[in-house]
C-alpha cells in the first residue's frame, strides 16, 4: 500500500516537473509578450478605427453605445491581429521572438491605418489609401520578404476598408478598393525582388501605377459606375502607386535603419573598393584584401547556387576579416615568407591575437558605420570552432609542466552563422584557406578537402543555428569545389607557402606553424 502511495506521489511529481518545465519554456520562448503587443494594438487598432471628429471635440458623445461599438471593434480585430500573428509567426519567426522588431511593424502598421483613418475623416479620394497601404508593403518587402509584404498587405487593405464605415459613398466602393489596392500591392511586391539600381523603386511604382490605373476601369465598368467617377478613380489610383516609389526613394535610408536591414542598392555601395575601410583593407593588408575577394567571389557562387542572397555573401566576405587590419603581420596571408610573428610567442599569446580579430573586426564595423546587416560575417565566420594548431600546442606545453588545457579557451567566442549566407562564408572561407596551402591542388584534393571541412563543421555543430538543409550543403560544396578549381586550375603549389608544413593549414587561413613544429595528426 505504502509502496504504491510512494510511486503515485512520484509519477504526480514527474508530471508537476515536466508542466513547470513547458511552462518556463512557453515564457521564455517570447509568445507571451508577443500575445501582449498583439492585444495592445487590437486596442489601440480599435481606437483607431472608432475616433471621429465628435469623439475628438467633445467628451459628452462618449455614451455606452459608442464604448459598446469600440468593444466589439476591438475584438474584431483581436481575432484578425490574432491571424496576422500566426501568419507572422510561421514565415518570419525572428519577429516574434525578437519584440523589438514585432514592435516597429505593429507601429508602423498602425500608423498606416491611421493615416487611411484620417484621410476618410477628412474625405480624401477613398482611391489614395492605396498610398499608405503600398508604403507598408513594399517597406517590408525591404526590410523581408515578398511573402510577408504579400500577407501583410493584403491584412491592411482589408483593415482599411473597414474604416470607411460610417461613409456610405465610401463603403458602397469597399470591395473595388478591396480588389484595386489588394491588387496594386500583389504588382508592386512582385516587381521590387531587388532593388539593384536607383531607379527600381521608381520603375516598380510607375508600373503598377499603369495596371492599377486599367484595374480601376475594369473594376468601375462591372460596376457600372459614371465615366467621370471611372475616370477620377483611376487617375486617383494612378497618381497614388507612382508617388509611393518617390516617397519611398526618400525613405529608404530610415527603413534601412529601423528595420537592421540593407537594400541591394546599399550593399553594392559597400562593395565599392572606395569605401575607406576596404581601401584601407587594400592598402595596409593587400593578402587578406585579396583572401576576401577571393572568398567573396566564391560565396556568391555558392549562394547562387541555394537560391540565398548571393550579393549579401559577396560583400559580407569583403568585410569578414577586417580585424585583421589591426595586427595584420599575425595571419598567414600577410606573413613575408621567412618570418613568422608566432615564432616569438606562447600558444596562449597567439591565441588570444588570433582570436581578437573577430571582437577587433566588429569594433572597426561600428566605427566605420558598416550596415548591421554585414556584422554577423565579421561575428560568426569562424563560430565557436578550435584553433587548432595552438590548442595542440598549448596541450604539448601543458603536459611538459603536468598541466592541462581546456579546449573551450582555444574556440573563438562564437556565435555560430545564424543564416545560410554566415554559413557559406564560413565554409568559403575555411576552405579557401586549406586549399591555398596546398602544394598540389588538383580537382580531387579539392573535393576531398572542402568535403572533409564541411563535414567537420557540420559535425561540430558549427551550423546548427542556421536552417542549412542537408541537400543545401551539398550544393554549396559542389559550388565551391567548382569555383577553387577554376581559381587554382594552372597552379601546382602556391609559391609562397612552399615551405610551410601542409598540415598547418588544415585548419584555416589564419595563421601559419613555425617551421620547426610538427603538428599532431587531426
Ligand atoms: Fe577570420
Ligand atoms: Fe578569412
Known sequence: MTKKKTKRVDTRRVFEGESAAKRQKFFES???????????????????????????????????????????????????????????????????????????????????????????????PAYLMIVPAMVAAVMITIAYNQRLALGIGFYLTLVGVMTFREKPEFFR?????????????????????????????????????????IMTWVVGIWQDLPKLEIWENSLWAFFGAISVGFVLQGLLPIIERLFQTATSLTLLDYSEATKPLLKR???????????????????????????????????????????????PRYFVENQAELFNQHKELSPTMSRMIILGHVKDGLELAREYKIPKILHQFIETHHGTTLVEFFYHEATK?????GQTVAETEFRYPGPKPESKEAAIVMLADAVEGATRAMQEPTPSRIENVVHSM??????????????????ELHLIERSLIKSLCGMYHSRIAYPKLEKAKPDSHKEGPEYRAPENVSLPTP
Not at 525572428?94 to 522588431?101: D, E, G, S
Request: aromatic share 8%; net charge positive; glycine share 10%.
Open 454 to 471: 564541411a563535414m567537420k563543421r557540420l559535425m561540430d555543430g558549427q551550423f546548427d543555428n542556421c536552417d542549412l538543409t542537408m541537400r
Open 281 to 327: 583593407l587594400a592598402v595596409e593588408v593587400p593578402g587578406t584584401f585579396n583572401h576576401s575577394f577571393q572568398i567573396g567571389m566564391m560565396a556568391e557562387a555558392a549562394a547562387e547556387a541555394i537560391g540565398a542572397n548571393g550579393l549579401l555573401c559577396r560583400v559580407g566576405s569583403y568585410y569578414h576579416d577586417i580585424g585583421k587590419l589591426t595586427k
Open 397 to 401: 606545453k601543458g603536459a611538459e609542466a
Open 173 to 213: 466602393q469597399g470591395m473595388a478598393v478591396l480588389l484595386t489596392v489588394g491588387f496594386g500591392i500583389g504588382i508592386s511586391v512582385l516587381l521590387l525582388k531587388e532593388i539593384r539600381n536607383r531607379l527600381t523603386l521608381i520603375k516598380a511604382c510607375t508600373q503598377t501605377g499603369v495596371l492599377v490605373f
Open 30 to 124: 517570447g509568445i507571451p509578450a508577443s500575445l501582449l503587443l498583439l492585444l495592445v494594438y487590437s486596442v489601440l487598432l480599435g481606437f483607431v478605427l472608432t475616433i471621429h471628429q465628435e469623439l475628438l471635440s467633445s467628451a459628452a458623445a462618449w455614451n455606452w453605445q459608442v464604448i459598446k461599438h469600440l468593444f466589439d471593434i476591438t475584438v474584431m480585430m483581436l481575432m484578425v491581429s490574432v491571424s496576422l500573428g500566426l501568419y507572422i509567426a510561421l514565415y518570419e519567426p525572428r519577429i516574434v521572438t525578437n519584440h523589438v522588431r514585432g514592435a516597429i511593424l505593429l507601429a508602423m502598421l498602425l500608423v498606416m491605418v491611421g493615416i487611411i483613418r484620417f484621410g476618410v475623416i477628412q474625405g480624401w
